[in-house]
């Protein structure tokens, strides 16, 4: 079959990484006999540089005729980039906002788990990490704090911020789902995580998960405060197997899950909608530090390739592929610099890419 992909490689490392995703995918592709159409397109920093705003309309069509988007990574260094010196809706972070809003992907996908291999890159003690531990975190992406009002004003000398969090039923009711289908999949738990001894959208959050629950009598459902959920992810993390947030709850969550696996490198994500189409990005940012130095780990972006795979095209046997194949080069001991341990062979971003096509 063919598939249409747009590829977004983004800014600092984005390009190498989409690079090594997109050998990656071919070498599959040639495996099982199909083949991937790729239309580049620019986003973030890269697309301020060329036509001053981090998405064009044009761009944000191009990504929604296409069957699935692959992104590398957008943004530079706040400090000391002139992607910066504009308004906070002209940065490289808003065309990401912009095209998940744009795309209708309200559900983004973050698994997290530990690769035995790996152990000892994990900040945790032995005796917390027990047999290790794998979760989904399931973060609603387009609602919440991020997309509701915002403004910043002067009343009577004194400045002041507005940030809105809103939340209706149907939003809450359609990530409800996706957590609980997820979870048919697993281990049938979801710990659905809010402040709803705080705050009213996590009393609707509450309320509305519920609900949904009736519908999924065989999984096993939860709540946890949002400040608990943080401190248990580093007590007993082996616990969850669905966490099902809110946007900048799972924002935060997701960040923490993922250093406890010791490696922000490793771990993929799909945003999804309603339909077939998602956008597939690595879960780190774009390392403007290393960029360019053949030094970043492109297995994140590989893995989401093969989340692309399996959610956008239904083609589970190459995304099994790929996850076996970078499964079998970790377990021979090639490490990039990020993860590179004793006793381990190290690899560029390039020669990582050449050793996971060549397992395929
Ligand atoms: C992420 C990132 C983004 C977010 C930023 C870059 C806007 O942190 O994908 O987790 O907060 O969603
Ligand atoms: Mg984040």
Known sequence: MEFKVALIPGDGIGPEIVGEARKVLDRAGEKFGHRFIYKEL???GASIDVHGVPLTDETLQEAQASDAVL????????????????????????GLLAIRKGLGL?????????????????????????????????????GGLYFGKRYTEEVDGVKRAVDTLVYDENEIRRIAVKAFEIAMKRKKNVVSVDKAN??????????????????????????MLVDNCAMQLVM????????????????????????ITGSIGMLSSASLGAGKLGLYEPSHGSAPDIAGKNLANPIATILSAAMMLRYSFDLDEAADAIEAAVQKVISA????ADIMAEGCRQAGTKEMGDLIAAEI
């Open 333 to 336: 001991g090639w490490r990039t």
């Open 198 to 223: 705080v705050l009213d959208s996590s009393r609707l959050w509450r309320a509305v998960v519920e609900e949904v629950a009736k519908d999924y009598p065989e999984v096993t459902l939860s709540h």
């Open 236 to 259: 007993n993390p082996g616990q969850f197997d669905v966490i099902l947030t809110e946007n900048m709850f799972g924002d935060i969550l997701s960040d923490e899950a993922s250093m």
């Open 106 to 142: 309200f559900a983004n996908i973050r698994p997290a788990y530990l690769y035995q291999e790996l152990n000892e890159a994990c900040p945790l003690k032995k005796e917390v990490i027990g047999d290790g531990f794998d979760m989904v975190i399931v973060r609603e992406l387009t």
């Open 71 to 94: 992104l590398g990574a957008v943004g530079g260094n706040v400090g000391n980039s002139r992607w910066y010196d504009v308004a906070p809706n002209l940065r490289p972070e808003a």
């Open 42 to 44: 620019l986003m973030g």
